[in-house]
């Protein structure tokens, strides 16, 4: 009889573990961060880690898409940055290597009749090297490979595998979501929304890459066309983090230090590899990330009809904005963009989470 019993009181305890388990699965925010992920550090990889770092999210997979750096790089720059933290587990899908339209050498040209652009990312001649090369790699080769299917069909068959759950995070040119919808129309409707860094409205700063040319931000201008297609289709909920409270941030040495006194593999990581990049060092994809983990972040935010100017003149990649007054008879969303944030406690949820040990799958994760 005690064998018996001791069998069944064994056997309740697996079951009720395993019920735990399972419901704190079900609790966490799915997300799928698309990413032009250059690294190491550096605003990209420090977004990926704000959503990894979370106690509250599950992040079902990294896609990847060239947009800073190459598409060859910036995977090899994501696996390695998942070995050095212990989370080999989530799976990296590379996406487009190139825009749907716009090339390097007509962008050339472009800039020869319509002025030079101060950032152009994988093509930015200072950095540019030839698409396939690694380039630079400090923090070593990674040993882990990338998945086999591409980032357009994971993004499509997460959403179809859990209806109304996936937040896609987007921090980089919309290029692989753009993809996504031409593959099935109804991508965006089967996501629970659409979180992303992009779009330059009239950002109140004296860095020379607005200052002229206040409605040119990268992640749209670098692939105008899918930024077009992604900002068009009808997705629940769309939240933008423009170029506006970016500005409004900043990655110090400060900070740096503070994160590097702690012991965790990701505070090692940023301790070793972040740095302060020229005069104007903002949080770009952190912010976004971070406003989704804790929307309390944002003091300040309207709601904005947004698309793409695809006139091949000197506005060519600029953003577009309406209020509901105004705005064209066509099929513009309504988003939510944001424009004021708590710094200091935006500052505060960066350091901690950076600075705290990394959930692992399938574990409780500390508070």
Not at 178 to 192: G, R, T, V
Not at 211 to 231: Q, Y
Request: aromatic letters at 8%; proline letters at 8%.
């Amino acid at each position: 009889m005690k064998l018996v019993r001791f069998t069944s009181f064994f056997a309740i305890t697996i079951v009720i573990l395993m019920a735990c388990l399972l419901s704190q699965s079900q609790d966490k925010r799915k997300v799928i961060i698309d990413q032009d992920a250059a690294g190491p550090a550096g605003t990209d990889q420090q977004a990926i880690l704000l959503l990894i770092q979370s106690p509250q999210t599950e992040v079902l997979g990294i896609t990847v898409v060239t947009g800073d750096a190459w598409l060859t790089e910036e995977v090899a720059h994501t696996l390695r940055m998942l070995e050095l933290i212990g989370r080999t587990d989530i799976p990296v899908m590379p996406g487009a290597e190139y825009p749907l339209v716009r090339t390097k050498e007509e962008t050339e040209q472009w800039e020869q009749r319509y002025g030079s652009v101060d950032w152009l990312g994988a093509w930015t001649p200072r950095l540019y090297h030839a698409p396939r090369e690694l380039g630079a790699m400090p923090e070593g080769k990674p040993t882990t490979k990338a998945a086999d299917e591409d980032a357009a069909h994971f993004l499509v068959r997460m959403v179809r595998k859990y209806p109304h759950e996936v937040t896609i995070y987007e921090g980089g040119p919309m290029t692989n979501l753009a993809l996504a919808i031409s593959i099935d129309p109804e991508f965006p409707s089967l996501a629970k929304e659409l979180v992303f860094m992009g779009a330059s409205l009239n950002p109140q700063t004296d860095d020379p890459e607005f200052v002229n040319t206040p409605r040119r931000e990268f992640n749209l201008w670098f692939d105008p066309e899918a930024a077009h297609i992604v900002l068009r289709a009808p997705w629940k909920k769309i939240v933008c983090t423009p170029v506006d409270i970016s500005v409004k941030t900043r990655m110090t040495n400060e900070l740096i230090d503070e994160i590097k006194r702690g012991t965790t593999p990701s505070a090692q990581y940023i301790g070793k590899y972040a740095r302060v990049r020229g005069t104007y060092s903002y949080l770009w994809d952190e912010l976004a990330s971070a406003a989704w983990l804790d929307p309390t972040l944002i003091t300040k935010k309207e709601n904005l009809f947004m698309d793409v100017n695809l006139d091949r003149g000197p506005g060519y990649g600029d953003a577009l904005t309406w209020t509901d007054r105004d705005k064209p008879k066509r099929d513009v969303q309504s988003m939510e963009v944001q424009f004021d944030l708590d710094t200091d406690k935006f500052y505060k949820l960066f350091v901690d989470l950076l600075t705290a040990p990394t959930p692992q799958p399938g574990k409780p994760s500390k508070p």
